[in-house]
Structure formats: C-alpha cells, structure tokens
C-alpha cells in the first residue's frame, strides 16, 4: 500500500517537480512557507525578514517563487491541513514554523515521503525527515538569570512573564530561567503569569498580581513583554524594577528613556526574526543537491547589551524586533559552524 | 425525516416542494461548489491522493461536529467541544498509548462525564451554554496538566489505522460515509431516535407521552461525548501526537458544519448527513481553497472569515425564503 501511495505522490508532482538530477541548479523550484501566526511584533518582522531576502531571490533567479501562507487562527490540524495542500500545490519545499514540535509529525512525514524538503525554525518540528534551525532558547533563559545577577547582586524576589502556555519555546525559555535561579539561589520567583509574547496581555496579567507581590527587584521574560511590564509597575505606583528586555522597538526605547534618565542598567536578547532567511538558504542549499547538511542547526541568539543596543534602536522600524535578515554567503557559514 | 411530523417541519410543510428539495439539497450543492472550484484551479488534486490529503483533517471534524449534532437536537449548544476533544487527544497519546485499559476506562469515564451534564444540565434547568463554556475550561485545564508541553505518542494502532489507504476509494471519503450512515440511521430511522429528536422538537409531548427527557438528555450529551472521544482519536491518529490546544478550533466549526449542514439551534432539527458534509465543506473551503488561490498573507485570515460567512449567508437566505411562503 505504501508504495503505491508513493507513485501516486510522484505523479501527483511531476506536473511541476524538476525532473534533472541531484545537482540541479534551483531556478525552477518552488519554496513555500507555512506559517501559523502573524499576530505579534515579532512574527511581523520574521514575515518582513523573510520577505526582503526571498523577493530578491526571486528576482535574482535563484528560486522560481516563494510564497507565504499564514493560517487563519494558532491551531495544529489548520497548518497541518495547510502542509498538505502546500504538497498538493507540488512545491519542492518547504519552510515552516510550526504551531506544535510534535503534532505536525504526521503532515511533515507526507510531505517527505512525496519528496518534499522541510525546514522548521522557531517553531521548529520533531519529525527526523526535517531539518531544524534551533535558537537555543534554553541558554537565553538561564543567561537571563545570570545577566540579572550582574545588576541585583544582592539577589531577590524575581516576577516570571510565561510565553503562549503550552509552546515548546515558553517551555524552553522557562526551564532555562529554572536552571538559572537554581545557580543563583539569592533569587526567587514569587510569581509567574502569562503575557502571550504580547505587551497588552503582559500588561493586564502583571497588573492584576502586582498588588499582591512582595517587592519585586527584576522581571524575567521572553521577549514582547517588557515594555508591558514596565507600565502596569508604573501605573501601579511601585519602583521599576530591573526589566529584563526582548529585543522589541518600545522595549528599547524604554530602555534608552529610562538610561537617560538615571542609568537604568539592563538586558536584552531574542531569537532573530530574520532567523526566517536562513531557514529559506538551507532550503535552497538541500534542493541544491547538497548532502552534508546536518538536520538539526543551532544558531545563536541575539543579545544587546549597555553598550550598544542604542546603536540598533534607530535602525528598528516603530513596533518592530530588531532583526537580521542571512545572505547566502551567512547562511553558508552558519551551515559550516554546525558540521563541526 | 418524515416518520414523526415534528413541529418545526409542519410549519414549514406548506411551500412547495422544490424548496424542501433545494433546502435538503444544499450541503450537497455548496460541497460541490467548492470541489469544483479547487478542480478548476488546481485539477491534479482530483486524485486518490489528492483526496487522501485535502479531507484528512476533515474526518476529526466531521465527528466533531456530530458531537455538537447531538448536543443541538436537544436545543443545547456545547462550547466545550473542542477543547474536550483537546483533552482526548491527550488521553490517548499518553494513558491509552500507555495501557490499554487504564486508557479506554479513562474514555468511557468521560463518556459518562459527558452523560452526567446532560443529567445535570436536565435536572437543575442550566443553560446549557453557560454549563459547557464552564467545562471548557476544566477539559483545556486538564489536558495541561496531562501534557503541559506538546508531546505524548498516539498509539501504533491507531496511527495504523488512520493512514490505512483502501483500495479505489480514499480513507477520509469512506470514513465520512460510514460516520454519516451510522448516525443517520441511529437518529433517522430508529424509534428512539424519534423520541431523541422530539426531545428537542416538542419536550412537553415527549414527557406526557411518557418519556424520561432526563435519560433523553442524558443519553443525547453522552452521544456527544462518545462522538467526541472519536474525534480525538482520529485526530491524534492522523498527528501522531498531541497537545493541550489541538481541538481549540473545533467548536466555533462544529457549530458552523451543523448549520451548514441544515440543522437549527432550536427544535430538534438536525441532519445528520447534511452535518458531515457541511464538515467536509468548511475543512475544504477554509484551508484547501484559501492555500490554492494564493491570497496575501495579510488577507488570508480575514478571507477565511468572509468564506466562512458567504457558505452561512447562503444557507440562510435559502431557508429564509422557503419560510417566508
């Protein structure tokens, strides 16, 4: 039965599918992109990020087209459906960022077995037959910690911001931040609430435990919920704590205000939304023929530190992430790094 | 549909009947619509596999929205739906896959669970809208706690099952077809099913005549329940994994298939295989057609929206003016 369903699925493509040999030059092939969210600053910028490098790419030749699908709501069985009419469209592959590491295993697994590529980042899925573009958003969680460490020696009482409940990267970021007080046992977390990656949503959830908490010395975060926090602190009259930030453009410039007036210290680090580029260049390079590429990447994430992150505020459009977008040449180097 | 005059249709009774023809005929008629409109843009997915993959989503959502079928005969609505099938998911990809009979206990209990609201829905006059948006939250709860982050495994029988490929005919297609004859027959052509349909129709005479509306009550929310335990089955079958949020869209849908399909929010009404296709509509209409006419990414959400409205306006003009006569 199985082989029969792959014929089928080679027929099914052969209507678009280059038919030339491993080491095809990718001029003709389709890349798609499957994403599940576009609702915040930082998936605005990603979509941007990955717009700006694959237009270009367009253009230049190097790929015959790459369109974006975004699905209408967060939900596992929308996208997967999604991945599946992406196959049916005959694309050769395809970049995604994935509403669920597992629950997609079941669609990625089609789309490999009717020869399609599949990149995950950010999202990334657990699915062998797929390549990952990791963050290591473990390590930014714990260096949170350590970072906070830095500007409240003395320790103290720490207010978590949770990410969308039930994601794996508010899991990784989470367990990161664990580590990271356990190293640091002078601090504690009194209190964990979710801000969705959102300002509004941080805002409201840490004004309605904010009358309740002891003193608070610093926020831990995941990114898009800084500024949030800032405000309902203000609004309710308590001193700013130390506010660890999350790359976005109101959070930094929050940062600056708040620098120019006392010499607030801070941190700041998120996954680069331009992340998305190196996923599309890792794709290009596997439809390229190349075999030595390894399925799971991990590249760094992107930190400010005191010292310059006011030289990459004005370079952030208003409501946006700082971000990178890869070249070809980048993404070719951060490869390299990964087969040791 | 003719075997027990129920009230909402003799009211109806008087137009002509081309209308009734039409009325009864539209699920059919929009699912061909869209069909059609996907083989004009794209005609190689008009294949066994092409099939295969476009309608495999929609087989958790057609039993889905039997559940919330069965839920509506009785003039109730469950906003619980999918965030129990949710919870399923989560049972089965981890107690069921674990231990078969720890896991099909599990399920049974959430059966009677089911069953119980109904009772308690019955028994104290609850809405049944806010009983259900209240369990919502007890069944998205407990599937965090079973699974706080995605993961689990669905069994390998399952999974088997759900990507067993019959020969001519695509497993969704089938699938759909057996759910629809099954429910069809159960609440069409059987005398309890009459009784079950009265419970929405006409309660009052259904009692006098002698019949608990209780156990009627009792026994639609645990069909509900029973549906929605397959629902989740089948969509950890074809995921192979689960996670906390995997139902969350199916009940805004569920409620939307069984409109689609013909069925009213109130008076018995209901059409079980006019719901199963009005599921295989929506599935194809909100991701299948959206993906082939390559809308820009910032449309794409309001444009599932406006096609969610379009196929509902259509059905109600029609029923509308098969009223007004």
Known sequence: MKSTFATLALVALAGTALSSAAHADTAKMRIAFSNNYAGNSWRQAMLKSYGIVTQKAVKDGIVAAADVFTTADKEVPTQAAQIQNLVLQGYNAIVIDAASPDALNGAIKQACDAGVVVVSFDGIVTEPCAYRVVVDFKAMGEEEVNQMAKFQPKGGNLLEIRGLAGTSIDDAIHQGILEGVKKHPDFKIVSSVTGDWDQTTAQKAVATVLPSLPAIVGVVDQGGDGYGAAQAFAAAGKPRPTIIEGNRQDELQWWKEQKAKDGYQTWSASIAPGVSSLAFWVAQQVLDGRKDIPHDLLVPYLAFTQADFEQELPKIPTGGVASHEYTLDESKAAIKANMK | ??????????????????????????????????????????????????????????????????????????????????????????????????????????????????????????????????????????????????????????????????????????????????????????????????????????????????????????????????????????????????????GDGYTLLSIAGVILGGGEFVGGVVSPIGAVIGALTLTLASTQLLGFLHIPPDWQVAANGAILVIVLAARVAISQRGKAR
């Open chain 2, 1 to 246: 549909m003719s075997a027990v005059a129920l009230p909402g249709e003799t009211a109806r009774g008087r137009g002509p009947d081309w209308r009734r023809a039409l009325r009864a005929l539209l699920p059919a008629v929009s699912l061909a619509l869209v069909l059609g409109a996907i083989a004009w843009i794209n005609p190689r997915v008009i294949s066994y596999f092409g099939f295969t993959l476009m309608l495999n989503y929609a087989v958790p959502i057609a039993l889905a929205t039997l559940a919330q079928m069965f839920a509506m005969t009785a003039n109730d609505i469950d906003l619980s739906i999918g965030a129990f099938v949710g919870f399923i998911c989560c049972v089965v990809a981890t107690y069921l896959n674990q231990s078969a009979w720890l896991g099909a206990l599990l399920l049974v209990a959430c059966v009677a669970g089911y069953a119980a609201l109904g009772a308690l829905i019955h028994a104290r006059n609850l809405p049944s809208i806010v009983v259900t948006l209240g369990m919502s939250f007890v069944w998205q709860g407990l599937a965090i706690l079973l699974l706080p982050k995605p993961g689990g495994h669905a069994p390998i029988w399952l999974q088997a099952t759900m990507s067993y490929r019959p020969p001519y005919v695509p497993l969704p297609i089938l699938a759909s077809l057996l759910i629809a004859a099954i429910a069809w027959f159960g609440l069409m052509r059987t005398s309890y099913g009459a009784i079950l349909r009265g419970a929405g129709g006409n309660a009052t005479a259904i009692a006098r005549a002698g019949w608990s509306m209780l156990r009627a009550k009792a026994i639609l929310f645990g069909l509900a329940g029973l549906f929605g335990v397959f629902s989740g089955m089948a969509l950890v079958g074809i995921t192979g994994a689960a996670d906390a949020h995997l």
